[in-house]
C-alpha cells in the first residue's frame, strides 16, 4: 500500500467532510482497485466526481459485510483476504498478514495446553478444569500487539488509553506488520466499527457485526496457520424449523469437528437467552454415540446480543451429557473501539486454540450441525437429520407429496429399529409422534422437509467381512419385511441407503423399537443385535411405491438409474415392480462385488434371492446362512 493512496483519500475525507468510516471504506477498496482504475479516479478533477467515483468503486468492491472484491482487480502477483481486499504486490511490497500470524502473532501453544487425557483432561478436553484453563489462555497477550492504520485510527486510539494494551500503529510497528495490510484492514475496520444504522436494534446488524469481528479474523488465521476450518451461519424458514433444529446461529468446524459456535440476538435484553441457546444447541463437538469411547473436547463459544458480547467454554456438567457455559471473558461492548477490538483478540486466541488441538482431532464422517449433498439436502442435529428433497427434480419417483407423507405417517407406527421413521420430536420440540412438523411442503410447493431418525454413519460400500454383511443383510431384510408389511415396496435398496449405527447408538434406540408384528414370529430370533453389536438400518424412501402399484417400470420415467442389470429384477409379463423386485436389489446390490470371496451359503441365498426363489423377506431371514452365527 503506497502513502500517497492513503494520502490522496485522507484528502478527499478532510476536504468534503466524510468522516473516518469513509475513508476507511474508500482506501480499502482504491488500494485494491488495479493500476488503471487508480490512475483514472486520481486524473479526474479534485471536487466531487472524485468522490463520486469512489462511492461506485466502493459499492461495486463491497460484499456482504461492507468491504468486498475490489472492482477490475485480479492481476498477478495480488493476494486476497478474508474481506476480499485484493492488495497488489508490488504496492510497497508482498502482504504479510500469513507470515507475521504464523511467526509472531499466533505462536503454536504447547503441547501441555491441549493435553490428551491427563488428570486435569488438558485445555480442550471437555472438563471443568479445561474452562478454567481457557479463561486463563483468553487472558494472555498475543505474540504481539495487533497492527492497525494510525491515520485512520487516531481518534479510536485517544478513546482509550487500555486500547495500548492490545493494538499498535503498523507504521510504528515492524516492517512485517507494517507490510500486513490485509490484518491492518481487518484490525483498522474493527476498530473504527461500521455504519449500518438502517440495521440498528435488529439481529441482522449483530449478526453482520460479529461476522466482521469473528469470521473475518478467524479466516485469515486458519488460512495462515493451515487449518481446515469450515464455518456457516444459520438460517431461517418461515416455519420457524430453525428453532427445532437447534442449530446455533454461527458454526465452526475443524475437520467435521465442532469447536466453535455463537448466538446473536438484536438487543442486550437478550444476553442471558443467547448463553441458555449456547447450553442448549449443539452442546458437543459430534454425537457422541456415534464415537463411542473417544474423549470429547472443550467447545469455544460466544453469546452477542446487541452490542454486548462474552466468550464461553462449554464443558461437561455431570453426568447424562449435560453441559455448562462457563464465562472465558468480561462482558464486551462492540459499541466501544475496545470492546469491538477485544472481541479479535478474544477470536485470535481461540484460532491458536484450535490449531493445538487439530492433530488430535478424530475423523467425523458427518459433522454435527453441517450439510451435506447437493445444495444442503441434509443438515445433522443430534436427535435426527433434516432432509430436503425437490420433487421435481427427483427422477424415477413414483409418489408425490401427498403418497409419501402417507407412507411415512404409516411407518410411524411400525415398530422397527432398522427402518429409517420420522423424527418423533420428544426432547427438541421438533414435532410429536411422527406430526406434520416432521414432515411437510414448503411453501414452493415442491421441495418436502422430512426430520429423520436415527442418526447414523452412512456407508460407502459393503461391510469388510461376511460376519458384518451377514448381521448388515439381516438387518435391512427385517427393514424390508416391515415395509412390505406395511403395503409399500422400496425400489432403491443399495449400501448408500444404508446406515450403520454404532453399539452404543443402537441402545439408545432400542428399548423403543421393536420388529414389525408380522415379522416378530418369524425373524426376531435372526435380526436382533447381539449385545455390542452395530445395528444397520434402510433409510431414504422418496422412490418408494405402494406394493400393487401396476406401473411399468422397464423404461423411463419410473425405472431408476441406479438399477443393476439384472435380469429378473421386473416382473417379465408386465414389467411392475414388486415385493420380490426388493428381494432382487439386495442379491444385485449389497451381496455383488464383495471386498471378499463369499461362502457357499451365502452364494446360495444371493442365487435365490436374485431368481425369485425366495417368497418373502420374512423367508430369506430363515435362510441357512443367515441362522448360522
Request: proline share 5%.
Amino acid at each position: 500500500m503506497e502513502q500517497a493512496d492513503t494520502n490522496f483519500i485522507s484528502g478527499l475525507a478532510d476536504e468534503f467532510g466524510l468522516g473516518p468510516a469513509w475513508e476507511l471504506s474508500a482506501v480499502t477498496a482504491f488500494t485494491g482497485a488495479s493500476a488503471e482504475i487508480r490512475a483514472y479516479i486520481r486524473g479526474r478533477p479534485h471536487n466531487n466526481k472524485q468522490v463520486d467515483l469512489l462511492n461506485e468503486l466502493m459499492q461495486a468492491s463491497a460484499a456482504g459485510l461492507g468491504v468486498g472484491n475490489a472492482a477490475g482487480a485480479g492481476g498477478a502477483g495480488s493476494a486476497v483476504g478474508p474481506l476480499g481486499v485484493e492488495v497488489a504486490a508490488g504496492a510497497g511490497g508482498p502482504d504479510t498478514s500469513t507470515e507475521y500470524i504464523r511467526r509472531v502473532l499466533l505462536k503454536p501453544l504447547g503441547a501441555a495446553n491441549v493435553g490428551g487425557g491427563g488428570g486435569d483432561g488438558g485445555l480442550l478436553m471437555m472438563s471443568a478444569p479445561a474452562a478454567a484453563a481457557v479463561a486463563r489462555l483468553s487472558d494472555q497477550p498475543l505474540g504481539a500487539k495487533l497492527p492497525v492504520l494510525g491515520r485512520m485510527a487516531q481518534s479510536a486510539l485517544a478513546s482509550n488509553s487500555e486500547l495500548g494494551d492490545y493494538v499498535v500503529t503498523a507504521e510504528a510497528d515492524a516492517r512485517l506488520a507494517a507490510d500486513a495490510y490485509t490484518l491492518c484492514m481487518i484490525t483498522t475496520s474493527a476498530l473504527m466499527g461500521m455504519s449500518c444504522n438502517q440495521f440498528g436494534g435488529s439481529e441482522t446488524f449483530t449478526t453482520v457485526q460479529m461476522a466482521r469481528l469473528v469470521d473475518d479474523p478467524l479466516s485469515l488465521a486458519a488460512t495462515s496457520l493451515g487449518l481446515h476450518v469450515r464455518t456457516d451461519r444459520n438460517t431461517t424458514d418461515r416455519s420457524g424449523a430453525t428453532g427445532r433444529q437447534l442449530r446455533p446461529d454461527f458454526l465452526c468446524w475443524v475437520d467435521n469437528v465442532l469447536l466453535f459456535k455463537g448466538e446473536e440476538k438484536a438487543n442486550a435484553s437478550d444476553l442471558e437467552t443467547a448463553i441458555t441457546e449456547l447450553e442448549a444447541r449443539m452442546a458437543t463437538s459430534w454425537n457422541p454415540a456415534l464415537l463411542p469411547g473417544v474423549s470429547m473436547p472443550c467447545m469455544f463459544a460466544y453469546a452477542a446480543a446487541g452490542s454486548a458480547v462474552q466468550f464461553f467454554a462449554i464443558t461437561s456438567s455431570g453426568g447424562g451429557g449435560a453441559v455448562q457455559a462457563t464465562a472465558i471473558s468480561d462482558l464486551l461492548d462492540t459499541g466501544t473501539p475496545l470492546g469491538r477490538i477485544k472481541v479479535v483478540h478474544h477470536t485470535l486466541v481461540i484460532v491458536r486454540a484450535l490449531a493445538a488441538y487439530a492433530p488430535y482431532a478424530p475423523k467425523i464422517t458427518m459433522a454435527l450441525g453441517g450439510r451435506v449433498g447437493l445444495g444442503g439436502a441434509v443438515e445433522v442435529f443430534s436427535e435426527f437429520v433434516r432432509k430436503s428433497v425437490d420433487l421435481a427434480q427427483q427422477h424415477g419417483t413414483v409418489m408425490g407429496y401427498p403418497g409419501l407423507a402417507d407412507m411415512y405417517r404409516t411407518l410411524s407406527g411400525v415398530c422397527c429399529p432398522n427402518l429409517v421413521r420420522l423424527h418423533s420430536g420428544s426432547s427438541s420440540g421438533a414435532g410429536g409422534g411422527g406430526g406434520s412438523s416432521s414432515i411437510r411442503l414448503q411453501a414452493d410447493g415442491r421441495t418436502l422437509v422430512l426430520h429423520l431418525e436415527p442418526v447414523g454413519l452412512p456407508l460407502h460400500g459393503a461391510p469388510a467381512s461376511e460376519a458384518d454383511l451377514k448381521q448388515a443383510l439381516r438387518h435391512v431384510l427385517t427393514a424390508v419385511a416391515a415395509l412390505h408389511a406395511a403395503g409399500f415396496v422400496h425400489r432403491d435398496i443399495r449400501w448408500h441407503n444404508v446406515i450403520r449405527l454404532p453399539a452404543a447408538a443402537s441402545a439408545s434406540t432400542a428399548g423403543s423399537q421393536q420388529p414389525p408384528p408380522s415379522a416378530a414370529s418369524s425373524s426376531s430370533g435372526n435380526s436382533s443385535s447381539p449385545a455390542g453389536a452395530d445395528t444397520y438400518v434402510l433409510i431414504d424412501l422418496e422412490h418408494a411405491a405402494p406394493a400393487d402399484c401396476d406401473l411399468d417400470c422397464r423404461q423411463p420415467p419410473h425405472r431408476l438409474h441406479t438399477w443393476p442389470a439384472a435380469d429378473g429384477l421386473l416382473d417379465p409379463a408386465t414389467g411392475r415392480y414388486t415385493r420380490q423386485s426388493d428381494l432382487c436389489l439386495v442379491a444385485a446390490a449389497l451381496m455383488a462385488n464383495l471386498p471378499f470371496a463369499l461362502s457357499d451359503a451365502g452364494r446360495d441365498l444371493r442365487q435365490q434371492l436374485a431368481t425369485r426363489q425366495v417368497p418373502s423377506a420374512e423367508a430369506a431371514l430363515h435362510h441357512a446362512w443367515l441362522c448360522a452365527t
